[in-house]
């Protein structure tokens, strides 16, 4: 079966955020991480955050998510 919308749209590990709750407080989004962070201040499972904080790749050109494109993806649905 397909994924429902919600489960990219609203899903911490399919942005890079990693394990953890999504939270909507009014308009504004917080991450709780179900992990502590480490050395570069991004959990283990973790590949960005919402600030735009990012881990390396290990690829040329490869990236993770922009905030705006975050905040575009869970503002995607009501």
Excluded: Y
Excluded at 10 to 20: D, F, H, V, W, Y
């Amino acid at each position: 079966p397909a994924r429902s919308c919600e489960d990219c749209h609203r899903s911490s590990t399919a942005m890079g955020l990693g394990r953890g709750e999504l939270i909507r407080d009014g308009g504004q989004w917080t991450f709780e991480a179900a992990k502590n962070p480490l050395q570069d201040g991004l959990p283990a499972d973790a590949f960005v955050d919402l600030d735009g904080r990012s881990g390396r790749t290990t690829r040329a050109g490869a990236r993770g998510l922009s905030p705006e494109e975050i905040q575009r993806m869970l503002n995607a649905l009501p």
